[in-house]
């Protein structure tokens, strides 16, 4: 680099690039490669094929292969690579003796090596050294006894020089070593091979010790089976369920024993294996062993086998599921549904006793809901199935005994046992239940179901007595006062009817009225009460002007039928128009105007028809402002507005509508007057 005069170098000028454009063809990274690669293979020079013609020329070749191989063990004695090179090119020139010298040397270096030494011996294998290579694996799995390598190679040459007594001498010499599984199947295998059974099961009994799992059992027992010993397969599969017990049994060991039994077809056997499998095992470990033995039943077992499977297995479900949340309530029906179909009755009786001891926490009714469907159930059990009355009894009494019937009750607790002492024709016990029920927790559905009861008894006299109760206790109840008139209106007593109607609707506070003064009305009008009828509308309508009531009250006098109806029914609709014209309910007021339209167009004349038609009102489209909740305004909105002629404030904007449509249509006529000159 060049320096200026004030001692600074000067950096070269960077040229600027004009054209940044893209260049018209694209050359990628995978052809710069490429062709950098080809450039390097075309460069490069092969060395020339050398030729060696005489022995001088031979001997100066190795003396400078051998110092280069020298050189480079001495640069680093310690990188095996060059000791293998070295001593493999000293066998590919047939000096043994120097081969093993080098290997001798390496081995020096480093005799932890495992490759020096497989190397090692197998250059004297292929020399056919056999003594100098035993010598070696010898010398290799003395020092390396953990290294496989070295005596499965061992092994391997023995048996292929047909020493079977050498083979297996390498084999007991490595056992003695407890090695991997691996090396054992190996033994057994080589046993095998030369039809050594006995050797082969003295391995095994070594084997199922030194390695103490449930699969080298398995193998063990198969291997009898494989052979035809069936007593000593099934001897070892006994021997292997006491060898772990019960602490550490394994499911799969279980598995294969009844397997195994299932193919000497003893099915019984098997299923005792399962069912001890069961019993024995923790419930997690059983999913494997109920799938088996439902598969063994559908196979060899009958109807009531297989049904016995099943139910277990989901009996072991359910236990499952109520040990992990007792107060699943759910699980509780699922699991006595299953045993009342399958089970035994005082099995039954035992989960229901479990199921009702896991009380609802807090003393909150929703908490209880699904909770006393247990004693329900457990009472229609001991009922139905069991035909014990009295322990029925009990379980009723039970469960009134737990309630808490100053926070809550359960009014179908109490008409289910008063209905049950009147199926044991009890009725002295189900009256006092009844009784019981309402003077510790009175609620409407104890009194309709007390009331129901002495209904079919036909004691009507206690059915009065019982409403009277009802209605002090809950005189609100509109449905209690009508079906108390119902009552006496089906006995004939018309006069009580009446009076329980008028004393209903002069109650200060009532939860329907609107249905009890129809009740009433259809009362007076199904006895063809009608100046009642009319009285009872006159007084509805003192207390409220709604516009049900004015065409509910049309309609009766259009249903009566006598001479004047229509003129009566008109009056009705004259009135009702009167009292709404001071409400802003204008949608009330449009219906009422429309259905007396329709009533005069059946009913009326043209004088009449034309009286309503002038007070039908205009539909007019307007605007108005939205607000929301926080006082802000949110655009306009389009609505219908009713204006009835008799509103005078609103005659204003009639007048100033109609103008404004006169108008239009002089300007739409003014349009049409100056394009017809054009046309012609």
């Not at 079906?483 to 009446?498: H, Q, V, W």
């Amino acid at each position: 680099m060049e320096t200026g005069s004030d001692g600074k170098i000067k950096l070269p000028k960077v040229a600027k690039v004009k054209n940044k454009m893209p260049a018209p063809v694209q050359i990628t990274a995978e052809q710069l490669l490429r062709e950098a690669k080809e450039r390097e293979l075309e460069m490069g020079q092969k060395a020339p094929k050398q030729k060696i013609s005489d022995p001088d020329e031979l001997a100066q070749y190795r003396l400078r292969k051998r110092k280069a191989f020298e050189d480079n063990i001495r640069k680093n004695r310690n990188v095996m690579t060059n000791w293998i090179k070295y001593a493999c090119w000293e066998e590919s020139q047939k000096e043994i003796q120097r081969a093993r010298s080098v290997w001798e040397r390496a081995l020096d270096v480093d005799h932890r090596n495992i490759t020096v030494w497989l190397k090692y011996a197998e250059m004297e294998m292929r020399s056919r050294q056999i003594n100098h290579a035993r010598n070696i694996w010898d010398r290799a799995i003395t020092i390396l006894p953990r290294a496989n390598q070295f005596w499965y190679k061992y092994t391997y040459m023995e048996e292929m020089l047909g020493n079977t007594a050498g083979g297996r001498q390498v084999f007991e010499r490595w056992m003695e070593w407890q090695p991997e599984e691996q090396a054992w199947h190996s033994y057994i295998n080589f046993e095998l091979r030369y039809k050594e059974l006995d050797r082969a099961r003295s391995i095994y009994e070594r084997f199922v010790l030194v390695h103490p799992e449930v699969k080298n059992w398995i193998k063990y027992a198969k291997f009898e089976e494989k052979h035809h010993y069936v007593g000593s397969a099934r001897n070892v599969y006994e021997r292997g369920v006491e060898f772990f017990g019960e602490e550490n049994m394994d499911e799969k060991l279980l598995i294969a024993f009844a397997k195994f039994e299932e193919s000497q077809k003893e099915h019984e056997r098997a299923r005792v294996i399962y069912k001890y499998a069961l019993d024995h095992l923790p419930k997690d470990k059983c999913q494997e062993i109920y799938k088996q033995y439902t598969i063994h039943e559908k196979k060899f077992g009958d109807r009531e086998g297989i049904e016995d499977v099943i139910v277990s297995k989901r009996r072991f479900q359910y236990e499952e599921e109520v040990k992990l949340n007792p107060h699943n309530y759910d699980a509780w029906f699922d699991y006595l549904r299953l045993l009342e179909n399958d089970g035994e009755m005082e099995q039954v009786r035992d989960i229901y006793e479990r199921a009702i001891a896991n009380v609802p926490p807090s003393q909150e009714k929703r908490h209880w809901r699904r909770y006393i469907y247990l004693w329900i159930n457990y009472a229609l059990y001991e009922e139905l199935e069991a035909e014990d009355m009295e322990r029925t009894r009990q379980v009723y009494q039970a469960c009134l005994e737990l309630l808490p019937h100053k926070k809550f009750t359960f009014a179908k607790i109490w008409l289910l046992f008063a209905q049950f002492e009147i199926r044991q024709k009890n009725l002295q016990m189900a009256r006092k239940i009844m009784g019981a029920a309402i003077g510790k927790c009175p609620k409407d559905k104890l009194f309709r179901g007390y009331i129901d009861l002495e209904i079919q008894l036909r004691e009507f006299e206690r059915c009065r007595i019982l409403y009277e109760k009802f209605l002090e206790f809950n005189s609100e109840n509109c449905t209690t006062w009508m079906k108390y008139a119902e009552l006496e209106t089906i006995l004939g007593d018309l006069e009580r009817s009446r009076a329980i109607f008028e004393l209903a609707i002069n109650q200060a506070k009532l939860d329907m009225p609107e249905v009890l003064w129809k009740a009433y009305i259809d009362f007076e009008m199904e006895q063809e009460e009608y100046d009642k009828t009319r009285s009872l509308y006159r007084m509805l309508l003192q207390r409220t002007h709604h516009i049900k009531v004015w065409l509910s009250y049309a309609q009766f006098e259009l249903s009566t039928g006598n001479e004047d109806y229509a003129v009566r029914t008109r009056h009705v609709y004259r009135d009702a128009h009167n009292s709404l014209k001071d409400s802003q309910e204008k949608e009330e007021r449009m219906m009422l105007l429309e259905s007396w339209k329709d009533f005069e167009h059946e009913h009326g004349d043209d004088a009449s028809q034309a009286t309503v038609e002038k007070q039908m009102p205009k539909k007019v489209k307007k605007r108005r402002k939205i607000q929301t909740e926080d006082g802000s305004d949110a655009g306009w909105e389009e609505y219908f507005d009713y204006i009835f002629p008799d509103n005078e404030t609103a005659q204003p904007n009639l007048k100033l509508l109609a103008m404004a449509k006169r108008w239009k249509q002089t300007q739409e006529e003014k349009e049409t007057d100056t394009t017809e000159p054009d046309d012609t």
